[in-house]
């Protein structure tokens, strides 16, 4: 498979598959294709569609299988980039929900349950996250820019709530309460921020989906 990653603001990613080459999406990601891609639908089995009910995801995925030399393109959803992601064993992601676009077949989508319960309820990023392993390459949706650290062991990141895009599994994740009564009632930055622990990548994103959402509600209400 070969891709190329193209456009601004919205961006789309065209993946050129050999005869029998397949793709694995989500529900609503093609947007253009040549007509010799086949498609399917599974469910992935009743505990992948169990989980995936828990976490709000669609309960179904597509599988676009190339029928001679073919080309298919993937659509993002929301303002921001497509970000690829080479998946090897040993090398696993975990990103936010819904970050997932495609990947090849080799590479497996699963839930991803967060262990501490002041993470999920206080970190931003929910009890559930997205978890890329298997091989081959996934693409993935990124909300406003992206921005890369690499974390040595031990080193840490504090992010606001909703900019953790994604991260190695190496990484790990906690929720941390914004010292100090005053700074939590008058700071505006809430009570809680996300802290990231090394070793490992992380992405952190610009503008997550729900700020953007926030920013743009008092317009909407006020009908300017």
């Known amino acids: 498979?070969?891709?190329?990653?193209?456009?601004?603001?919205?961006?789309?990613?065209?993946?050129?598959?050999?005869?029998?080459?397949?793709?694995?999406?989500?529900?609503?990601?093609?947007v253009w294709m040549t007509?010799?891609?086949e498609m399917s639908t599974t469910g992935g089995g009743i505990g992948k569609m169990f989980s995936k009910a828990v976490s709000g995801e669609s309960l179904f995925q597509n599988i676009w299988t190339a029928r001679g030399n073919?080309?298919?393109?993937?659509?993002?959803?929301?303002?921001?980039?497509?970000m690829p992601i080479q998946i090897a064993p040993g090398q696993?992601?975990?990103?936010?929900?819904?970050?997932?676009?495609?990947?090849?077949?080799?590479?497996?989508?699963?839930?991803?349950?967060?262990?501490?319960?002041?993470?999920?309820?206080?970190?931003?990023?929910?009890f559930v996250m997205q978890k890329l392993t298997g091989n081959g390459i996934a693409f993935a949706e990124i909300d406003g820019?992206?921005?890369?650290?690499?974390?040595?062991?031990?080193?840490?990141?504090?992010?606001?709530?909703?900019?953790?895009?994604?991260?190695?599994?190496s990484v790990s994740i906690e929720a941390q309460m914004v010292k100090g009564a005053k700074n939590i009632l008058l700071g505006g930055e809430g009570m809680f921020?996300?802290?990231?622990?090394?070793?490992?990548?992380?992405?952190?994103?610009?503008?997550p989906i729900s700020s953007l959402a926030a920013a743009i509600a008092p317009m909407v209400s006020s009908g300017n």
């Open 193 to 207: 921020n996300t802290v990231l622990t090394g070793p490992g990548r992380i992405w952190l994103q610009t503008m």
């Open 70 to 82: 073919a080309m298919i393109a993937f659509g993002s959803s929301f303002p921001g980039r497509i």
């Open 92 to 126: 696993s992601w975990i990103l936010q929900k819904r970050a997932f676009l495609a990947a090849e077949r080799g590479v497996e989508l699963s839930v991803h349950f967060n262990k501490s319960a002041k993470t999920g309820i206080f970190g931003g990023e929910g």
């Open 145 to 169: 820019d992206l921005v890369e650290y690499q974390l040595a062991a031990g080193q840490q990141m504090v992010v606001d709530t909703g900019n953790v895009a994604g991260f190695e599994e």
């Open 35 to 37: 007509p010799n891609m």
């Open 1 to 30: 498979m070969q891709y190329n990653i193209i456009g601004g603001t919205f961006p789309v990613v065209t993946c050129t598959l050999a005869d029998g080459e397949s793709m694995i999406t989500e529900g609503g990601s093609m």
